[in-house]
């Protein structure tokens, strides 16, 4: 992030829009969300996605907090995201596809932790659950972080069986 954009975040984004020339919307939600760039809706799917994973294993423990980290970091990896998208891709509508090849296409740097193939599908899985969320479209979203966590589930149960 160049300086200026660090500036201009410092100086606007604790601000509510007051309506005057140059103030920025309270929220997000007078931007189409079909506007938006695909990495923006990775971003917030990303988050979606990580708070999603960290709630359901609450289901399994509640005390060691450093347990839970260890999970949640290999399942929202994007060698599992892109996995998870694979076990799910199935049941995607055209729209749904859609939003995925735009965030897989979208460019970005992919870290050293991934194959370029695992990045670009996670990053398509996650601008589509950014996507579902921010089109307020809770129970589908619902429904494919749920299927997601399922597949991820059943391939680090097969991967520590091999072990």
Not at 28 to 38: A, C, G, K, N, Q
């Given at each position: 992030m160049n300086f200026d954009h660090f500036k201009f975040l410092l100086d606007h984004a604790f601000q509510q829009g007051t309506g005057g020339e140059g103030a920025l919307p309270a929220k997000?939600?007078?931007?189409?969300?079909?506007?938006?760039?695909?990495l923006v809706l990775a971003y917030v799917g990303d988050a979606y996605f990580s708070l999603y994973i960290r709630t359901r294993l609450l289901?399994?423990?509640?005390?060691?907090?450093?347990?839970?980290?260890?999970?949640?970091?290999?399942?929202?990896?994007?060698?599992?995201?892109?996995?998870?998208?694979?076990?799910?891709?199935?049941?995607?509508?055209?729209?749904?596809?859609?939003v995925v090849r735009r965030g897989r296409n979208a460019k970005s740097?992919?870290?050293?932790?991934?194959?370029?193939?695992?990045y670009r599908y996670s990053t398509g899985f996650e601008a589509l659950l950014g996507w579902l969320y921010l089109?307020?479209?809770?129970?589908?979203?619902?429904?494919?972080?749920?299927?997601?966590?399922?597949?991820?589930?059943?391939?680090?149960?097969?991967?520590?069986?091999k072990i």
């Open positions: 997000y939600d007078s931007i189409p969300v079909e506007r938006l760039h695909p289901a399994y423990e509640q005390n060691k907090v450093r347990v839970l980290h260890t999970f949640d970091a290999k399942m929202v990896s994007a060698a599992m995201q892109a996995r998870g998208y694979k076990g799910i891709e199935g049941m995607l509508s055209e729209e749904e596809l859609a740097n992919v870290p050293k932790s991934a194959t370029v193939h695992e089109s307020e479209k809770f129970e589908r979203l619902s429904e494919i972080a749920e299927k997601a966590f399922v597949v991820i589930s059943r391939e680090m149960t097969n991967t520590a069986e």
